[in-house]
């Protein structure tokens, strides 16, 4: 089946901290992945997505890498800020972007 | 970009009753979907509802529990039935704006504690 597994949290860094966030999946076929973002008191929204291998998605100073190769699509950015502070969910679709599998979240906190 | 207006925010409900969550959308979707996040977990499909069609409800989610509305191509309900403690998670509507649209736009969720 389609899975998606992402490090637990929360993640705590300083301001302009490098950040990484670890998402990896099993997928049948040939899978586009996603990752959202849920600010404090917001919805979910699209941060970045790619949808074939080597394909890097990038938003907000934000950047993954799809890796078919480890199965892979980690979240990085080089200096976060206070306002990143938000939980961030892994996910992957297969077929068509509607029905999105997701991993479990990861809180992200950010001090000045 | 989509609105997606959905309520309540946020409700206590006792074991045994029954509360309807509605998502109203500024435009017309074909395809809208609902999520539950329980605890400390991921967001798991629930159902995708399509106007005038039953919704397809994924494995471990069935018609009786779950009733899903949907009588327009803005709107759609979802309801908990005979609710127990177990169903305590956020609610969240979901839609795509079209068939091949690469993002889904999602509600701020319903917070559901049931007591």
């Known amino acids: 089946g389609n899975s998606v597994t992402q490090m637990e949290g929360p993640v705590t860094l300083s301001e302009e901290a490098f950040l990484t966030i670890n998402c990896t999946y099993t997928a049948t076929g040939y899978p586009s992945l996603f990752w959202y973002v849920q600010y404090p008191g917001e919805g979910l929204q699209l941060l970045l997505k790619?949808?074939?291998?080597?394909d890097k998605g990038s938003n907000k100073g934000f950047e993954a890498t799809y890796r078919k190769e480890t199965t892979s699509f980690h979240l990085e950015k080089g200096s976060v800020q206070v306002s990143d502070s938000a939980v961030y969910f892994c996910?992957?679709?297969?077929?068509?972007?509607?029905?999105?599998?997701f991993g479990t979240g990861t809180r992200l906190l950010v001090s000045p | 970009s989509a609105v997606i207006s959905q309520k309540p925010s946020r409700d206590i409900c006792q074991r045994g009753t029954s509360l309807t969550i509605q998502c109203q959308v500024d435009s017309q979707v074909t395809m809208m979907f609902w999520y539950r996040q329980q605890p400390g977990q991921s967001l798991t499909l629930i159902a995708t509802a399509n106007q005038g069609s039953e919704a397809t409800y994924e494995s471990g989610f069935v018609i009786d529990k779950f009733p899903i509305s949907r009588p327009n191509l803005t709107f759609s309900t979802l309801t908990v039935s005979n609710m127990s403690p177990e169903d305590s998670s956020i609610y969240l509507c979901s839609i795509t704006p079209g068939l091949t649209n690469t993002e889904a736009f999602f509600g701020q969720g319903t917070r559901l504690t049931v007591v």
């Open positions: 996910a992957l679709s297969v077929g068509g972007f509607q029905k999105l599998v």
């Open positions: 790619a949808t074939k291998a080597d």
